[in-house]
Structure formats: structure tokens, C-alpha cells
């Protein structure tokens, strides 16, 4: 039962807000000399879990009809009853470790009244009184490596999406500027992800921001704040909080004050236009849900999910640099890359085949391939692979990296028949290329024996190997006979002591063997027949 | 006669009351008696009745609350708001009633959404007490036409003409204990938590509870057993550790006597209000309670002067804020305002639709409920009227031997000369059945008063039973037995033994 209101009064979120971070030292913005620009974020980011908030209902996915995904309690019938979904305080718990939030031990939930056709019970249950989680931070990846204080993090329904689950996340006024606030919400966009917690998707609307912006002289106090409602682009936010800043300093300089306010940001012109004014400020009643109680999460349960949570990007590139010495900036592309995965339902471990990049990456450089293989496989190797043929290969098919799209036991497969010079290299390319381009069930190594792609090797080759002669393995020394014999006259010009003719020799002969050939095997073969002979 | 008695409603007839085939003497008897009490709005058709599973109440027909779904029947919580909805799904209290083989016969009045403690505001009219002394055989058009009480009248009222064997009803302040006690039945409020409210349209979510009314204490037990389970569906049903946590805190209890039970009389139910008429009832019920070897000691609840004013701050916000869902747009009634240039259609027609679709009773609460969560009268309402709620609990807790299981974790003030009861024995109402258009609708408040002695055991979430202590002038009079949270089934082994001692 819901008895510790005492406690919380609700005068406190208006009364702290206005508390910003005077630790920084003000820096000139060129723009609006001056002038001192304090930045707050409210992200509203959509809970990836398959079902909704408060009801079994699963979400809607792409394809389904319209009020197919609805249950009684999502329309509000009479007598239904909330349950909450242990699925999204879950993920919400991911996203409030990795910001460095105080979980609160027991939480509550609220109703917010208001009447509006999207909102079936006349209220959203959200987290007023006592939120999920407080205090954290995020530090933005810039030079000045700003942190940024996270107010809350709140539970609540999404009233736009039907009662899907919503996590509030609000900052504290930490950012001086519109870049600051893009790197913000950029940043929190990539950690949701990494931990599973949300798509971010701002387009599709699984993430959105109310910024909070005033603007002061620096030294003096902060100016009147007006909010910028449901900013759905990076882009918009950024020519918003432009527009706001612009307003602000107008009105400031003609020697008015500014008017609290809640604004809309206009696509179309690019600038904020009033919602309501503080006066019109709606009364939402809010009331404790006396259906949902309190919300208790015990420290066992929070260890569980420390335990079990995915790494956060931070730690993923320290790791990958030190684990397989690999570039910083290939880390950062290989990074990149992972990003773009999709994120699974309710936090849940992506199958190898939906897995992003970084997985992929590891997969390939720890599977030893059945216990066959002695030495694990180059990590530098793996991920040229990777960024450079595969991806190379995937962009110029207009298509974009997924774990599934070459199975990673196939592409290792591929990089271990060119290290051991079974196929060239420029084989392997061709190979990767026609799996792309016909997609089958055929393995790499199938394949490569059906296309006639198997390098051709020399006796000595085949006898050093202490591998079974192959179809192919007569064919290379026979091959670079051939061709002597086809061009007597740079025969004699090599003899004659012209020694680089002898690469056209290779030449001709990589040609004969359409790259299926190892040009320095060649060489070495032609010089022994040329000079012995 | 009976529209001279009934000057601003008559008593609707519905074609859907005339069964069949009369099969059972429940259906005979209202066939024979609805017309006049208005007990029944919707009565089931018999071919349901032929498939009865075969559970351990095979047959049993059992009225329901009309603000309790049922898929097959519709659902009117007697509002023009919901007058022609039907439910997609079953109330959890009707799936287990159907699984244990019951005859649910059809829908009881009530007042609209629960919000009434005499059940005249309805749609379908009022509910006329039926009770009537074996030795009276005085005919219906001469008899004093008195309120059934409620806001569960229909369900009481089917009870007391014999129309059921028994009845659900739902109890947020009194709705149940209230026209048990006006219609000479047995009433059972169970502890919060104990029997689903799943399906069972939320009036005020922290107070609502379903129970059972009876003719006895064990008719009641048998309803009630079949339905008391944990319900996943319902964030607020009681799991099965916290039942037997609770239940190992209850005495055991012998078949024969009631020796070692300690029974309280708390002061403060006897306010200025109260009738005299109900003062022997009430000394019957504790001589029995004595007789049967029980020990009888005053006990003080101070918070209860408080605890009404509580009650309706609590409630009215909560049900300002359940019945925001009745806008006329995914279901019920829809009043579609006219466009204009100006102004937001959708918004006024919602106005227009609560407007239309809620009766006085329920808009006045509603707006009072309004007024109590607003920014600036939070604190000194709602806030406020939680402390009182705690207090009232406290109460008990220092009044009770056993403890409340539900707050283990707060450690409870022992006080000193803490008295140690099991029970506590109190007049249900503050007088019999009023006249149903006695001038209690001209004093507003007088019909609020009438649940100022069951509204704490609402506030605490206690179990509390109410059983026909004795008649006064011909009418009867209802004495409430309260036990602490999970001591239902003591408190309903205590009535049964009241019931043998009084009626055997």
C-alpha cells in the first residue's frame, strides 16, 4: 500500500530544478556573446519489451492491423486492472546501473488526469511521488568530457503507443549550449541501446525529448526557463534549442522578461511557437495508484541484473583494445558497426544470428572451428574481413552489416582456406562475393571446390602441406610449363639477365589460373624451372 | 399505492424477468416478488442453468452485483453510462462461481457505481426492503415501503425475498454490512485482498471489496470459500503466504464454545446519532457471544470520529479518478457534441457525455473527488485524509492481539494496556431501515452518516461480518463482528456459533 506520501512532496521537482551546476566556468559562446545558456533534457525512451507496461497485450510490430494489439485494460474497460511488467523494471534497472542512478528500494506509482482521445482511462500511470531511481550521471564524449547529472528515471505508460512502457529520464540543467545537448541525447541514445533497454529510435518515436532552456547573464542567476515539447530529431532539437536561445536573448535585450512557457517546435519554419503560458499550466491531479502499491527491488536482484547485464560501450572498447590489440580507430568502426544492431525483446541474449558486429567479431576470432584449428585466428585479420571485404562488399550492394547475412562459422571458414593458402586470397574475395550474390546452403569450402576456386599448388607445395594431393595440385607446375612455353621470347630475355620480365611471366600465368593462384608460389616456381632448366 | 410511494421513480418491469420455464423456487420467488422489490435487473436465461459444472456449488443460484462483469449478462452499475454495455470478459469472482457448478441467476440493483447508502440512485429505481417477520402478514401495499439499503440493496434484498441463496455484493464503506443489516441478512466484507477485483468496476480501487450476502453465516462460508483465492490478475489480491501468515495468528477455535475469545466494544461506536433501537440487538449478540464463554471488555478506537470524513475524501478522489474512463468513446454511452469554429469537440463531447450519463450522486462525488486532488487541496485532503487512515489502522492494531500481517516490517506501538481482543463487536448502522423517501434526500449528509460506523473496518481493510442481531418495531437490526486483516475464517466460525446461539 501506498503510505509513504510523507516523504515525498511534490514541491520538490520544481524547487531543485532550478539548482544548476555553477562548477563549470562559464566559456563564450561566439554565437550569443555574453550570454550564459542553461540546457535541461527530459528523454522519454520506449522500454523494448514485448509487452506493455501494465497489461499482457504484446506490442505492435510492423504489419500488424490497427486495435489488434489491445486487450480491455489497454481500452480502459471497466474493471480491468493494471499489472506491472517485471520485464521493463528490469531493462529500466540497466539503463539506471549504467547511468550510476540510486535504485530505490521501493517506488511508487501515479495517476496523471487529464482527458484526451489517445488516453482511454483518463489518466497515465507514471512515477510522480517517488521515481524509480534518482541522482547519476552521464559524462558527454567530448574534450571537456562534461558529466552530466541525471535528475530521475521514471516508469511510466506510453500514452501516444497504447500503454507501452516509457522510461522518463531527466537531467539535471548541466549543458551550456545545443551541440551539449545533441551530444546528450546521442549518448544516451547509444548506452540505452547497448544495453538493450530501448531502440533510441528517434524517427520511429522511441525516443523523444522535452528540453528546458533559459539563458542569463553569466554570474547573475538563471533566467526563466521555457520547455520545448516532443522534439523528435537530434536536427530539430538542436534548430529548437537555436530558435529558443535567439527568442530568449530578443526579448531579454529589448529589456523584457521572458514569460514561462511551453512551446512546440515547428518543422516547417524552424522555430518554437507557444503551447501554453504558466497560467494555463494544466492541474493533472496527480494521485497515488492504489492498484499498483509500492514497488520494491531488493539489492539481490539488482546484483542479478549488474551481473547479467551487457557490457557498456566504454568497456567494450578498452577491451577490444586491449584484448586483441587492435586499433582505436578499427575499434571505432567495428563500434559503429555494432550499433546498428537490432535490439532484442526484454533484454534478452541476441542469438548468434542476430548479433551485432562486436559479437560477431569474437565469434570469429575465439571459435577454433571444431578443436582443429591450434592457434586462435588473427584478430587484425578477422576484422579486415570484416570492415574491409565484407562490409565493403555489403555497402556496395546497398545493404547494411547484419550477423546473419554471412554466418560467421562461414566467414571463418573463408579467412582460415586463405591462411592456409587453399584458396588465394583474391579467391576468398571472389568466394565472399558469390555468397553474397547467391545465397544457399552451400559452406565456403563447398563452394570453393564447386567453383573451381582451390589455389593451385606445386608438388613441393602439396608434399610440405602433408596434406592429400588435391585435383588441382599437377595443374600449377603444369600450368607455369605451359606458359614458358608459350612466350619463348621473354624466356630469352630473362635468361639474357632482364629479370623483371619475369613478373609478366606471373602475370600471364595468374592470368591463366584466374587468381586461383599464390603469385609468390608462382614466381618461385617459374624462376626454379626457368633457372634449372 | 405503491407510485404514491414511489413519487419520482416507478418501478421498471423487465421483459427479460418473465423466465421461461419456473423451474427453481428461487426463479418462482422473483417472478412472484421483483416486480415489488426491484431486487433483480437482469435475470439470466435458464439455458446457461443446464450446463452447471459439477463443483461444490452444484446448482447453488447465486445473484450477482450489477457492477460485476459477466460476459453472458450486462453490466450496468445501474448508470445511463453503462446501460446497454456488456462485458467481453468475466469478473475472476464469476469464473470461480461458474467452476464450482453455480446457478448464477441474474444481475442485483445497486446504487449507480456503489455510491449510495439506501440504493435509490438508479437507473432501474429504487430497491424496496422485503423484509418481513414470519408472525407480520401484512400485504405488501400496506407495509411501510423502507430502503434496502445500500449500495448493494439488489443483492440484500434478492437475499432477504428468498429470489437467491445468495448474493455478491461489493463493500467500499459499508455497501454490503449496510443493507444486510436493513434486510435482516447475513453480509460478509471479507480483508482487502482476499477475494478478486478482477472485473468488479472500480469505485474506490484502495476500499472496494467483494463479499457475500446470506441468510447465515454458513451459506455465507460456503459462497465465500469458493471464491477467497490469490488472483494474479489482481495487483492487490493477498498471496497464499500472506493468508497463512495471517490465519497462524488466529486462535484456534472450538466447535463448542467460544472460551478464551476476547471480545471488544469499542466507545466510540455508540455516537450521538445512534438510535437507541439498536442498543439490544447489539446486547443480544454479546450475551451470546458470553454465553458461549467469550469475555466481553471496552476497548477505545479514538480515530473513529474521523474516520468518515476520511472515508469520503478517500473514496470521492479515487472514484474521480476510476470513472475518468467513462468518456463515451471506447464503450457506453456517447453524446457527440456539435463542431463549432470554436472550442475542441472532443472535449466538450466528453462533458457532455459525463454530463448525460452520470447521475447526481455520482457528479457530486465526482467533483468533490476532483476538488480533493487538486495541486493547492492535496495536502489538506487527500494527504490528510491518508494520516486519518493510518490512525485508524493504528487503532486497530493496538486494539487487536494479532498483528497485521500486511505491515510487518513497521513495528506497531505495543501500548501498555494494550486490550488484547480477537473481535470487535459493534451495532452495523445507526439505526433500522429508513423510509425510502423518508426527507433523507433533502439533508444530503444524513445519508453519509449512515456509514459512520462501518467505514473504519473499510479504511483498515478488515473483515467484518454483519448478522441480524434482533427486530426492532418489526424491522431488523444488523450487529457487525470486525476481526484483524486474514481472520476471516475466525471471524465467520465466530458468527456461525452467534447464529446457532440466536436461531437454533
Known amino acids: ?533 | 399505492m405503491l407510485s404514491r410511494c414511489l413519487p419520482t421513480t416507478t418501478i421498471r418491469r423487465h421483459a427479460t424477468l418473465v423466465p421461461k420455464a419456473i423451474d427453481s423456487s428461487w426463479r418462482h420467488a422473483i417472478t412472484l416478488k421483483n416486480d415489488s422489490v426491484n431486487a433483480i435487473v437482469h435475470l439470466a436465461s435458464e439455458d446457461a442453468s443446464g450446463v452447471l459444472a459439477d463443483g461444490p456449488l452444484h446448482k447453488v443460484a447465486i445473484a450477482v452485483k450489477d457492477n460485476i462483469c459477466t460476459s453472458s449478462m450486462p453490466t450496468t452499475c445501474s448508470s445511463h453510462m453503462l446501460e446497454d454495455f456488456r462485458s467481453p470478459y468475466n469478473a475472476t469472482v464469476v469464473r470461480l462461481l461458474t467452476e464450482a457448478g453455480a446457478d448464477l441467476i441474474g444481475k442485483t440493483n445497486l446504487d449507480e457505481f456503489g455510491m449510495g447508502s439506501l440504493n435509490t440512485y438508479s437507473i432501474h429505481g429504487p430497491v424496496v426492503n422485503p423484509f418481513q417477520l414470519a408472525n407480520q402478514n401484512e400485504s405488501w401495499e400496506m407495509r411501510e415501503k423502507r430502503a434496502a439499503g445500500g449500495s448493494s440493496g439488489g443483492s440484500a434484498a434478492a437475499v432477504a425475498a428468498d429470489m437467491c441463496y445468495a448474493a455478491l455484493g461489493t463493500d467500499t464503506g459499508g455497501s454490503i454490512r449496510l443493507p444486510a443489516s436493513y434486510c435482516g441478512v447475513t453480509g460478509f466484507k471479507p480483508s482487502y485482498g482476499l477475494i478478486s477485483r478482477y472485473g468488479v468496476v472500480s469505485f474506490a480501487d484502495s476500499l472496494d471489496c467483494v463479499g457475500v450476502i446470506a441468510k447465515t453465516t454458513k451459506r455465507v462460508r460456503r459462497v465465500a470459500e469458493a471464491i477467497m483465492a490469490p488472483d494474479p490478475r489482481d495487483p492487490t489480491s493477498a498471496s497464499h503466504t500472506l493468508r497463512s501468515n495471517a490465519s497462524s495468528h488466529s486462535p484456534p477455535l472450538s466447535a463448542a464454545h467460544l472460551k478464551g475469545l476476547r471480545v471488544g466494544v469499542p466507545e466510540e461506536y455508540f455516537p450521538s446519532e445512534l438510535d437507541t433501537s439498536v442498543i439490544t440487538p447489539t446486547r443480544r449478540v454479546l450475551s451470546a457471544l458470553e454465553s458461549l464463554g467469550a469475555t466481553i471488555v471496552s476497548v477505545s478506537l479514538p480515530s473513529t470520529p474521523y474516520a468518515l470524513s476520511a472515508y469520503y475524501v478517500i473514496a470521492c478522489a479515487e472514484a474521480s479518478s476510476n470513472l475518468a474512463r467513462y468518456d463515451g468513446v471506447e464503450y457506453g454511452l456517447n453524446v457527440t457534441a456539435q463542431r463549432t469554429r470554436s472550442g475542441d469537440t472532443a472535449m466538450r463531447s466528453y462533458a457532455a457525455t459525463r454530463s448525460q450519463g452520470f447521475g447526481a450522486e455520482v457528479r457530486k462525488r465526482i467533483l468533490l473527488g476532483t476538488y480533493a486532488l487538486r495541486a493547492d487541496a492535496f495536502d489538506n485532503y487527500f494527504q490528510q485524509a491518508l494520516r486519518v487512515r493510518q490512525l485508524v489502522r493504528d487503532d486497530f492494531n493496538k486494539t487487536f492481539r494479532s498483528p497485521d500481517v500486511r505491515f510487518m516490517d513497521s513495528p506497531s506501538t505495543a501500548a501498555p494496556d494494550r486490550p488484547d481482543v480477537n473481535i470487535i463487536v459493534h451495532p452495523t448502522a445507526i439505526q433500522p431501515a429508513p423510509l425510502i423517501y423518508d426527507d433523507v434526500q433533502k439533508k444530503g449528509l444524513d445519508a453519509y452518516v449512515q456509514d459512520v460506523l462501518t467505514v473504519p473496518a473499510s479504511l483498515a481493510g478488515l473483515p467484518a461480518l454483519s448478522i441480524r442481531g434482533g427486530d426492532t418495531d418489526g424491522w431488523p437490526i444488523g450487529v457487525t463482528i470486525v476481526g484483524q486483516w486474514g481472520s476471516d475464517d475466525m471471524v465467520l466460525r465466530v458468527g456461525e456459533m452467534v447464529d446457532m446461539s440466536l436461531y437454533d
Not at chain 1, 147 to 154: C, G, T
Not at chain 1, 315 to 336: C, F, G, M, N, W
Not at chain 1, 342 to 357: H, L, N, Q
Open chain 1, 1 to 533: 500500500m501506498v503510505l509513504c506520501l510523507r516523504s515525498c512532496r511534490h514541491g520538490l521537482f520544481s524547487t531543485s530544478r532550478r539548482c544548476f551546476s555553477s562548477v563549470r566556468s562559464h566559456i563564450e559562446d561566439k554565437r550569443w556573446p555574453g550570454w550564459q545558456i542553461i540546457i535541461g533534457i527530459e528523454v522519454h525512451a520506449q522500454i523494448k519489451s514485448r509487452r506493455k507496461l501494465f497489461s499482457e497485450t504484446t506490442v505492435p510490430v510492423a504489419g500488424n492491423l490497427p486495435n489488434t494489439c489491445v486487450s480491455p485494460f489497454d481500452a480502459a474497460f471497466p474493471g480491468t486492472l493494471p499489472r506491472l511488467n517485471m520485464q521493463c523494471v528490469a531493462l529500466a534497472t540497466r539503463v539506471a546501473l549504467a547511468l550510476k542512478s540510486h535504485i530505490k528500494s521501493r517506488s511508487t506509482f501515479d495517476r496523471k488526469h487529464y482527458f484526451y482521445p489517445d488516453l482511454p482511462a483518463g489518466y497515465q500511470i507514471t512515477q510522480h511521488y517517488a521515481p524509480f531511481a534518482v541522482g547519476g550521471h552521464l559524462v558527454l564524449p567530448n574534450d571537456a568530457a562534461v558529466p552530466v547529472r541525471i535528475k530521475q528515471i521514471q516508469l511510466e505508460q506510453d500514452t501516444a503507443k497504447a500503454g507501452m512502457g516509457l522510461m522518463e529520464i531527466v537531467s539535471e540543467p548541466d549543458m551550456r549550449s545545443p551541440e551539449e545537448a545533441a551530444l546528450y541525447v546521442r549518448s544516451l541514445q547509444s548506452l540505452l541501446r547497448a544495453v538493450g533497454a530501448s531502440d533510441g529510435n528517434m524517427e520511429q518515436g522511441s525516443l523523444r525529448c522535452d528540453v528546458n532552456v533559459s539563458v542569463n547573464r553569466p554570474g547573475l542567476p538563471p533566467g526563466t526557463r521555457c520547455e520545448i515539447k516532443n522534439l523528435n530529431s537530434v536536427k530539430f532539437m538542436m534548430s529548437a534549442l537555436s530558435s529558443e536561445i535567439r527568442r530568449h536573448i530578443d526579448i531579454l535585450e529589448s529589456s523584457s522578461s521572458v514569460p514561462q512557457e511551453t512551446r512546440g517546435f515547428s518543422e516547417q519554419t524552424f522555430e518554437t511557437f507557444r503551447l501554453r503560458s504558466k497560467e494555463d499550466a494544466p492541474d493533472y491531479r496527480y494521485m497515488p495508484d492504489m492498484n499498483l502499491g509500492t514497488l520494491h527491488i531488493t539489492e539481490a536482484q539488482i546484483q542479478n541484473i549488474r551481473e547479467t547485464m551487457p557490457e557498456l560501450p566504454d568497456a567494450t572498447r578498452s577491451r577490444l583494445q586491449k584484448q586483441y590489440s587492435l586499433h582505436p580507430r578499427d575499434v571505432e568502426i567495428l563500434l559503429a558497426l555494432d550499433a546498428e544492431k537490432d535490439i532484442p525483446f526484454d533484454g534478452e541474449t541476441a542469438g548468434p544470428s542476430s548479433a551485432g558486429a562486436v559479437r560477431y567479431f569474437e565469434t570469429i576470432c575465439q571459435d577454433h572451428g571444431q578443436g582443429v584449428r591450434e592457434k586462435p585466428r588473427d584478430p587484425k585479420v578477422v576484422l579486415n574481413w570484416i570492415i574491409h571485404e565484407l562490409v565493403g562488399q555489403l555497402s556496395a550492394r546497398h545493404e547494411t552489416f547484419t550477423a546473419q547475412r554471412v554466418p560467421s562459422s562461414w566467414l571463418a571458414e573463408l579467412i582460415d582456406m586463405v591462411h592456409d593458402n587453399i584458396i588465394t586470397r583474391t579467391s576468398g574475395k571472389s568466394l565472399l562475393r558469390h555468397i553474397l550474390h547467391n545465397p544457399s546452403e552451400e559452406s565456403p569450402k563447398q563452394l570453393a571446390h564447386r567453383l573451381d576456386l582451390i589455389a593451385l599448388r606445386t608438388d613441393d607445395q602439396v608434399s610440405s602441406a602433408g596434406t592429400a594431393p588435391t585435383a588441382g595440385d599437377i595443374d600449377l607446375a603444369a600450368i607455369c610449363q605451359a606458359t614458358i612455353s608459350q612466350m619463348p621470347a621473354e624466356v630469352v630475355a630473362y635468361r639474357a639477365g632482364n629479370v623483371n620480365v619475369l613478373n609478366k611471366i606471373v602475370g600471364h600465368v595468374m592470368k591463366t589460373t584466374r587468381g586461383r593462384a599464390n603469385a609468390l608460389v608462382v614466381k618461385t616456381a617459374l624462376q626454379a624451372m626457368l633457372d634449372g632448366s
